[in-house]
Nanobody
């Protein structure tokens, strides 16, 4: 059974930082990628960042470029999202996701999902 377990969410003031972690068990995504999506209240789920397992190539949504960094630990089958310069509009539930092939931003192609972790940024 595949499980993605997120951690690291919380409450932070605007301008602060958080580091999210997602540990995968039951599957490796060696031909695919792992990524992060988020969903704010009353809004749809949107892509944040992803990283291809084979070569560490990252992919970012435009609104996080220069502020967020995605990375991975192959040995621990874990992906991280370092979030700096956080803004109130970053407040959302952040979901970890995995896909078996390729790298992309469409949620449709991610077949494995975590339960989500809340990130709240106060102004």
């Amino acid at each position: 059974q595949v499980q993605l377990a997120e951690s690291g969410g919380g409450l932070v003031q605007a301008g602060g930082s958080l580091r999210l972690s997602c540990a995968a068990s039951g599957r490796t995504f060696s031909d695919g990628s792992m990524g992060w999506f988020r969903q704010a209240p009353g809004k749809g789920r949107e892509f944040v960042a992803a990283i291809r397992w084979s070569d560490d190539r990252p992919l970012y949504a435009d609104f996080v470029k220069g502020r967020f960094t995605i990375s991975r630990d192959n040995a621990k089958n874990t992906v991280f999202l370092q979030m700096n310069s956080l803004r109130p509009e970053d407040t959302a539930v952040y979901y970890c996701a995995g896909r078996d092939y390729g790298l992309g931003s469409l949620a449709t192609y991610y077949h494995y999902w975590g339960q989500g972790t809340q990130v709240t940024v106060s102004s």
